[in-house]
């Protein structure tokens, strides 16, 4: 048996740190579960004062994260603290009341990653057929929050989304980005024997090039969601599907191809929509929807409150309008909360301005 120069075994030099971590974990354990008992004390709290609807907060939530990634010294990343912690409080909100997000599905989708990203793996899935499905789900109260696609870093606005949001009275409460890794997934052995590749119609847009590249002559067929795109592949040994990892777990697809995407650093941001909005987190962005008279300069001129107050704008993004021909509506995203300056003041004037104004909510930035 190898030993070093003080004359240790490997054994014995593992037996030492593996009883630290012995004694480590019993410690986190105990701690995890001081931590549950804390967070159902604060829902008997709620409920004596009648606030338990407001069991998930999302703006406590952001400002608890900040605080261990800047607390955090490593060797664990921000972002693997991040997704730990996330755990640790869906577990104890679970405790308190399982929280139902709905998404558009079916399982398996980058809209259930989001999900789980934000809500984490205790949260109750509710996987809905359309976005529209989604949103009905929260507004009738069958759902505590929806979570939705609302732009591509790559293809750009969703547009059913953005319809949605103009006339619903469900709160922008939350923000999710998600990194896409699109890959080729089936049950061939080769790209030679691919008969035809099906995703959604963003994702297939998302891989033009690359298909063009190795799969120029096979037909590409737009489904419904890449987690369809998946079962369908699972089923049909020649066909595949481009779809993320938690679609190739679920249907037990192998690759063919990884991140196959052809832009690098395609990015998916979602929107989290509930009842209630979200308080001031201290890093937060509101989104609006604007419409003005349809005459020169109506829109620098509806925007200057904005530009006045110093608040920046991250997104703009126009819609037609429902009500008549040739006529939109302005989708903005600023930084800052409505309920803080100096946004607060910039709306009001911005009120008086526009032909029409309606703020979606103010929420925590996404952290990562």
């Given at each position: ?50 606030d338990d609807g407001f069991i998930y907060r999302p703006e406590r939530e ?307």
């Amino acid at each position: 048996m190898s030993a070093d120069k003080t004359g240790q075994t490997i054994q014995e030099a593992l037996a030492v740190v593996r009883q630290q971590i012995d004694g480590i974990d019993g410690t986190l354990l105990e701690l995890l579960n001081r931590r549950a008992q804390c967070a159902r004390e604060v829902g008997e709290i709620k409920a004596r004062f009648g606030d338990d609807g407001f069991i998930y907060r999302p703006e406590r939530e952001a400002q608890v994260l900040r605080r261990l990634q800047d607390m955090n010294q490593g060797p664990l990343a921000d972002e693997t603290i991040t997704r730990l912690f996330r755990e640790v409080m869906s577990a104890c909100l679970a405790l308190e009341q399982p929280i139902g997000v709905a998404f558009l599905g079916p399982l398996g989708t980058f809209s259930e990653s989001a999900a789980v990203k934000q809500f984490g793996h205790a949260a109750r899935l509710l996987p809905q057929a359309s976005i529209d499905d989604v949103f009905r789900a929260v507004e009738a109260g069958h759902a505590d929050y929806a979570v939705v696609p609302v732009e591509n870093s790559t293809e750009g606005a969703i547009g059913r989304t953005l319809d949605l949001l103009l006339g619903t009275s469900l709160k922008i409460c939350g923000e999710v980005v998600v990194r896409i890794h699109q890959n080729l997934l089936s049950k061939a052995v080769s790209l030679g024997e691919v008969t035809q590749v099906l995703s959604h119609a963003q994702s297939l847009a998302q891989c033009h090039e690359w298909l063009n590249r190795n799969l120029p002559d096979v037909p590409r067929i737009p489904v419904a969601s890449n987690a369809e795109a998946a079962r369908l592949a699972a089923e049909n040994p020649g066909w595949a599907a481009i779809a993320g990892e938690a679609a190739a777990e679920r249907y037990q697809l192998p690759y063919l191809a990884s991140s196959i995407e052809d832009e690098p650093n395609n990015t998916t941001r979602f929107l989290v929509l509930g009842r209630f909005a979200a308080g001031v987190s201290g890093q937060d962005k509101t989104s609006l929807i604007l419409s003005t008279p349809n005459r020169t300069g109506a829109l620098q001129s509806l925007l200057a409150p904005l530009a006045e107050a110093g608040v920046s704008m991250t997104r703009l993004e126009s819609r037609p309008a429902r009500h008549a021909l040739w006529e939109y509506v302005f989708f903005v995203d600023i930084e800052g909360h409505a309920d803080a300056e100096p946004v607060k003041s910039a709306l009001a004037k911005l009120s008086a301005e526009a032909a029409y104004l309606k703020v979606l909510g103010s929420y925590p930035a996404a952290v990562y």
